[in-house]
């Protein structure tokens, strides 16, 4: 049995059908069906005053997608014929089933108030609401006065198929896409006037129009766009893509019209680095929340006068989400830098790890930069062996972005043929989440180094056999003096777990240790000048120092291992 809220929606559907059928069949018909009475001289008012008929279904609240997308002269045409239906016929009730409006308009008690104004040329004088010639006149091709053109022309075939041939010019891979789009900040000035034009015209009429009732012009364009480009593409919009198709959209005619709202509202625009202009769009919509509506009328016409020109496309721009690419590498060379070493603008040697490993991902990936970061990092006479070091890339916006498992070892192969320096080795795409695992609890992981040592005077094996004894010995170190350029002055406590030695001659033994991570290893063997307490020379009591040193493995368990 149907519930009674189903037999009323049944019965107004019902109802609708036939009251269209009653008026003719025609798609004019069924296209205006989500406009009512009450909105003809709001449709005429706007039609007057310059702005297109989407905008006109925007003021009006119609949340039909799918009449948005009709052809832009059928529009104009279907609300002509709108305007001209007997103004006697009752009140429409049928709205578009399939697409229901997603607005509405509320029925208040409304007092004379700001929206009545009109000195200072702020609401000028418009034709009567009942002088139909002109609005058939004057809505003939005229850029529309709210929009400035972009539910016109850039709504078109002709711009998406522009777009569409920027898009696959650039070569990426997608599988999806989401648009965006950068509006003019004035925009929202001429649409804050034409709301107060219309909210004045309905309030003669005992209704009130709430701001947010209206249809966001980017809101009603992505609704025309959408479907256009992801024919043209192949592809479905998503909201959530990683592939971002941008265009932005300038007036050059009107962009002197938010200046006065920087007088007004002076503490709403201030200047930013990354910012050409202190007018962008969310501190010009600040200043209209902030606005009185008296003074916004004093200083700004209402209606919107027309523009002479359309809004220009500035940019059409595509961006893949970033790509993360994780392994470990070894490093073999006593003269290679994990990071590029350039002082004072100066390269100091040829390459490093990160470069020769990006510089064929990013080929690969064809991706515009990187960003690399590991697990810790070694000086530049230090080797990595074992496991290798755990490190991960991030290529921004790439062209490509899918890799199967065997390509992705090709690509390994390919880096380490490429090079006797470095190798790596579980290379793998990973998401950016999973890189947080290579940084989590960092100083609580350990590392095995082995240490060439030097001392000045002579040892025998039993001088140093008690340092094998020794197990989670502290230390304080102080920032060494190498790298206190570049890190804080600060007492940093690290451990050295165990310690096994290996004796060579009088002069040279090999220590094997493995530490908290974070240690530096070179200060615990020499001391610093003493800011590293205790270390191996105060421990021998002799001068000690460091010949060689490796990394043997860094206990990281991540990213997982492969089958190489």
Same mark, same amino acid.
């Given at each position: 049995?149907?519930?009674?809220?189903?037999?009323?929606?049944?019965?107004?559907?019902?109802?609708?059908?036939?009251?269209?059928?009653?008026?003719?069949?025609?798609?004019?018909?069924?296209?205006?069906?989500?406009?009512?009475?009450?909105?003809?001289?709001?449709?005429?008012?706007?039609?007057?005053?310059?702005?297109?008929?989407?905008? #006109?279904?925007?003021?009006?609240?119609?949340?039909?997608?799918?009449?948005?997308?009709?052809? =832009?002269?059928?529009?104009?045409?279907?609300?002509?014929?709108?305007?001209?239906?007997?103004?006697?016929?009752?009140?429409?009730?049928?709205?578009?089933?399939?697409?229901?409006?997603?607005?509405?308009?509320?029925?208040?008690?409304?007092?004379?108030?700001?929206?009545?104004?009109?000195?200072?040329?702020?609401?000028?004088?418009?034709?009567?609401?009942?002088?139909?010639?002109?609005?058939?006149?004057?809505?003939?091709?005229?850029?529309?006065? &709210?929009?400035?053109?972009?539910?016109?022309?850039?709504?078109?075939?002709?711009?998406?198929?522009?777009?569409?041939?920027?898009?696959?010019?650039?070569?990426?891979?997608?599988?999806?896409?989401?648009?965006?789009?950068?509006?003019?900040?004035?925009?929202?000035?001429?649409?804050?006037?034409?709301?107060?034009?219309?909210?004045?015209?309905?309030?003669?009429?005992?209704?009130?129009?709430?701001?947010?009732?209206?249809?966001?012009?980017?809101?009603? =364009?992505?609704?025309?766009?959408?479907?256009?480009?992801?024919?043209?593409?192949?592809?479905?919009?998503?909201?959530?893509?990683?592939?971002?198709?941008?265009?932005?959209?300038?007036?050059?005619?009107?962009?002197?019209?938010?200046?006065?709202?920087?007088?007004? *509202?002076?503490?709403?625009?201030?200047?930013?680095?990354?910012?050409?202009?202190?007018?962008?769009?969310?501190?010009?919509?600040?200043?209209?929340?902030?606005?009185?509506?008296?003074?916004?009328?004093?200083?700004?016409?209402?209606?919107?006068?027309?523009?002479?020109?359309? *809004?220009?496309?500035?940019? #059409?721009?595509?961006?893949?989400?970033?790509?993360?690419?994780?392994?470990?590498?070894?490093?073999?060379?006593?003269?290679?830098?994990?990071?590029?070493?350039?002082?004072?603008?100066?390269?100091?040697?040829?390459?490093?790890?990160?470069?020769?490993?990006?510089?064929?991902?990013?080929?690969?990936?064809?991706?515009?930069?990187?960003?690399?970061?590991?697990?810790?990092?070694?000086?530049?006479?230090?080797?990595?062996?074992?496991?290798?070091?755990?490190?991960?890339?991030?290529?921004?916006?790439?062209?490509?972005?899918?890799?199967?498992?065997?390509?992705?070892?090709?690509?390994?192969?390919?880096?380490?043929?490429?090079?006797?320096?470095?190798?790596?080795?579980?290379?793998?795409? &990973?998401?950016?989440?999973? #890189?947080?695992?290579?940084?989590?609890?960092?100083?609580?992981?350990?590392?095995?180094?082995?240490?060439?040592?030097?001392?000045?005077?002579?040892?025998?094996?039993?001088?140093?056999?008690?340092?094998?004894?020794?197990?989670?010995?502290?230390?304080?170190?102080?920032?060494?003096?190498?790298?206190?350029?570049?890190?804080?002055?600060?007492?940093?406590?690290?451990?050295?777990?165990?310690?096994?030695?290996? =004796?060579?001659?009088?002069?040279?033994?090999?220590?094997?240790?493995?530490?908290?991570?974070?240690?530096?290893?070179?200060?615990?063997?020499?001391?610093?000048?003493?800011?590293?307490?205790?270390? #191996?020379?105060?421990?021998?009591?002799?001068?000690?120092?460091?010949?060689?040193?490796?990394?043997?493995?860094?206990?990281?368990?991540?990213?997982?291992?492969?089958?190489?």
């Amino acid at each position: 049995m149907k519930s009674a809220r189903g037999s009323g929606r049944f019965l107004k559907e019902l109802l609708g059908a036939l009251f269209l059928k009653s008026l003719g069949s025609g798609d004019e018909l069924s296209r205006m069906s989500s406009l009512t009475e009450k909105d003809r001289p709001i449709v005429q008012l706007l039609l007057n005053t310059g702005t297109c008929p989407r905008c #006109i279904l925007r003021f009006c609240c119609v949340g039909s997608q799918t009449l948005y997308r009709h052809p =832009y002269k059928d529009l104009m045409k279907d609300l002509k014929e709108f305007l001209k239906n007997n103004q006697e016929k009752e009140d429409t009730v049928c709205s578009d089933v399939v697409d229901p409006p997603c607005k509405r308009i509320r029925l208040e008690h409304t007092e004379e108030g700001p929206g009545d104004l009109n000195h200072n040329g702020a609401l000028q004088q418009i034709p009567s609401v009942n002088d139909g010639n002109t609005a058939m006149e004057d809505s003939a091709v005229k850029v529309c006065n &709210v929009c400035l053109g972009i539910l016109q022309e850039f709504c078109e075939v002709d711009f998406v198929k522009k777009v569409c041939q920027k898009v696959n010019s650039a070569d990426y891979q997608f599988t999806s896409f989401v648009f965006s789009v950068s509006l003019p900040p004035q925009l929202s000035v001429r649409e804050r006037a034409t709301w107060l034009l219309v909210k004045q015209e309905m309030g003669k009429l005992g209704l009130s129009l709430a701001k947010d009732d209206i249809v966001q012009l980017k809101e009603a =364009y992505k609704w025309i766009i959408h479907p256009q480009l992801s024919e043209e593409l192949g592809v479905p919009a998503d909201g959530k893509s990683l592939f971002e198709v941008s265009v932005v959209f300038a007036h050059p005619e009107t962009e002197d019209e938010c200046r006065f709202l920087a007088t007004a *509202c002076p503490d709403c625009f201030k200047p930013a680095k990354n910012k050409q202009s202190v007018f962008t769009r969310m501190a010009v919509i600040k200043a209209l929340e902030k606005i009185k509506e008296e003074d916004f009328l004093k200083h700004f016409p209402c209606p919107p006068s027309s523009p002479k020109n359309l *809004c220009v496309a500035l940019e #059409i721009q595509c961006n893949n989400g970033a790509v993360f690419v994780a392994g470990r590498y070894n490093k073999y060379s006593r003269n290679l830098p994990q990071t590029p070493w350039i002082i004072d603008g100066e390269r100091k040697l040829e390459s490093s790890v990160e470069e020769l490993i990006s510089e064929h991902l990013m080929a690969e990936f064809k991706a515009d930069s990187f960003n690399f970061s590991s697990s810790g990092r070694e000086d530049v006479d230090v080797r990595t062996l074992g496991n290798g070091r755990p490190f991960a890339i991030e290529l921004v916006n790439p062209r490509r972005i899918r890799f199967t498992a065997e390509e992705m070892k090709g690509l390994q192969q390919t880096i380490n043929n490429s090079s006797d320096k470095i190798q790596v080795r579980d290379l793998q795409l &990973v998401t950016r989440e999973a #890189i947080g695992r290579m940084k989590e609890g960092e100083e609580e992981k350990t590392k095995t180094y082995s240490a060439l040592i030097w001392t000045d005077k002579a040892i025998q094996k039993e001088d140093i056999a008690f340092l094998d004894d020794i197990k989670e010995l502290k230390l304080d170190q102080k920032t060494p003096l190498r790298v206190l350029h570049r890190r804080p002055l600060a007492v940093r406590c690290r451990i050295i777990h165990t310690m096994q030695s290996e =004796y060579i001659d009088e002069h040279h033994f090999r220590l094997h240790l493995k530490t908290q991570a974070g240690t530096y290893i070179k200060e615990f063997v020499h001391g610093d000048f003493g800011r590293t307490k205790p270390n #191996i020379g105060s421990l021998l009591n002799r001068t000690a120092d460091i010949l060689e040193l490796d990394v043997e493995s860094v206990d990281v368990d991540w990213p997982p291992t492969l089958d190489n």
